[in-house]
């Protein structure tokens, strides 16, 4: 019994030694790795280069909104002195001031705000930003 | 799974394929490929996949093998890597009825035919033990590696290696016994 156990072992040894890959493998294993180093050197270049143009393309547009904003919010900013909004009493004056706060620059200032910039009196004394603690009342 | 000086023939040819040396990899390949391929017939539900797990595992040993930092012999880290293909493998397809020789076409070389033959039997026969035991059994008697390298490969101790393929033995014979029966 033993020796038919030893020989049955064995003959599974030498059919599992028989087994070879089939001879098709190889070669398809090589184009399949020389068709992913083909796309490899402009995937990733490609990919980086598109990153970089949005980084870039982000930037540009950050700083053109900022310029585009900045004398908007030095239309605005003297607002802040005679900001009606802190003393509320005519809730139409409030808002129609508010608007004198916007970041829009197409927006027309206030009637109540300052035509021109440098018409508050700290500003006509060297502050860039006149902010006054005491509200004037409309 | 190889021997001392295959393996340390192996790093050379590593060394050489990381120098750009395409055709290094090519012998690599055919080193070991039929290995892999056997490992992957016994692991796998299906047999036609075994052809595919060949490829994946060697389309990652070729972006490994760049920063392969000889820890382990190559033949332990195809090992592995078979094991692992062959499980992803395992998880897409649920085990399935082998598959009818007969209806193999006329296309299809003779020898191959063999080949898938002898494979079937074989995966019979081991269709008894439990995945530990098969893993001990394909390595320690059918590679005919030593107890060291099969307890570094499955990540156990040489003691348990040889209980475990004591075990794997006994179940295969009793099952021989019965089929005679």
Redesign the interface.
């Known amino acids: 019994?033993r020796q038919?156990?030893e020989g049955?072992?064995e003959s599974?040894?030498r059919?599992?030694?028989?087994?070879?890959?089939?001879p098709?493998?190889?070669q398809?294993?090589?184009t399949?790795?020389e068709s992913?180093q083909t796309r490899h050197p402009w995937f990733r270049p490609a990919l980086a280069a598109m990153l970089l143009c949005s980084l870039v393309a982000g930037v540009w547009m950050g700083t053109g909104m900022l310029q585009t904003s900045t004398p908007a919010l030095q239309l605005a900013i003297p607002n802040l002195g005679s900001s009606p909004s802190l003393t509320i009493t005519k809730p139409a004056v409030g808002i129609q001031n508010l608007t004198g706060f916007s970041a829009f620059p197409l927006l027309p200032p206030s009637p109540q705000a300052p035509q021109k910039p440098g018409a508050h009196p700290r500003e006509r004394a060297g502050h860039a930003f006149p902010i006054s603690s005491k509200p004037r009342h409309v | 799974m190889s021997s001392q000086p295959l393996s340390h023939h192996d790093h050379e040819l590593i060394a050489q394929f990381r120098k750009g040396d395409a055709d290094a990899f090519v012998i690599l390949m055919e080193r070991h490929q039929d290995r892999v391929y056997r490992l992957a017939c016994v692991f796998l539900h299906r047999l036609d996949d075994a052809a595919d797990v060949v490829q994946e595992v060697f389309i990652r040993a070729y972006k490994s093998l760049q920063r392969f930092f000889f820890r382990a012999q190559l033949s332990t880290w195809l090992y592995q890597t078979t094991r692992n293909v062959c499980s992803e493998f395992n998880r897409r397809t649920p085990p399935t009825a082998e598959p009818d020789l007969l209806q193999a076409g006329p296309d299809c070389p003779h020898t191959e035919l063999e080949s898938t033959r002898r494979m079937l039997r074989i995966r019979c026969a081991l269709t008894v033990l439990s995945e530990r035991q098969r893993s001990v059994v394909v390595l320690r008697y059918f590679e005919s590696l030593s107890t060291a390298e099969t307890a570094r490969m499955l990540g156990c101790r040489e003691g348990t290696v040889k209980a475990t393929l004591h075990q794997a033995m006994k179940v295969l014979k009793s099952r021989l016994t019965t089929f005679e029966e």
């Open positions: 019994m038919t156990d049955f072992l599974l040894k059919d599992y030694e028989s087994v070879n890959t089939p098709f493998i190889t398809r294993t090589l399949a790795i992913q």
